[in-house]
């Protein structure tokens, strides 16, 4: 199902979903819904529907700073320009740029306060020296990185690297019994 998720009718809209029961979902957010108080609120509450039936999900036209923890949800837009703020955003390696369809609101894309964790810098710090790497190579790597002490065990990785994971900077695969650590190009 592809709905067009306009601010006018976002409560239409969310109704339609809950009654759905489409397997694959797609929301297609206006401008204006992404610039308004609340916009994405209500962009949240569709997403976390679509996520609670179990159904596919792809929202377009949206960057990681506009929806922080949903970037595997994120479909980047066949138009986009840069972004002017960019090189101050710990997103910039999960986004593609400013969609054209949304210039106009332009000002809406900014990046969000949360800095990364000493934690969230080694484990990219790391990945950045060696990429593709089991969970025993990033602690083996880590203990030449001199941004933090507290990386003592698998644990911390698997914390650390799951927020980078929905921030979509990270991906890890399971491959011949252990996981595999990826930092993500933009
Ligand atoms: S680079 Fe710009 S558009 Fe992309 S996530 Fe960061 S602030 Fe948003």
Known sequence: MKLEFKLAGAPAALRALKRSGDKKFVLVPDSALLAAPGGLDLLRE???????????????????????????????????????????????????????????????????ARPLTDLEKCMLAVLARKNKITTAQVLKLAKGIKICASCSNEGEVFRAAERLIRMGLVAKEYRGGVYIWTKKTG
């Open 46 to 112: 569709a997403a976390d529907l679509c996520i609670e039936k179990g159904a596919g999900l792809s929202i377009e036209g949206v960057t990681p700073c506009l929806l922080p923890g949903y970037t595997r949800y994120l479909s980047a837009s066949r138009r986009s320009l840069p972004c002017p703020a960019k090189e101050r955003c710990f997103l910039q390696g999960a986004c593609a740029g400013i969609p054209a369809a949304h210039s106009g609101v332009a000002a809406a894309f900014k990046p969000p």
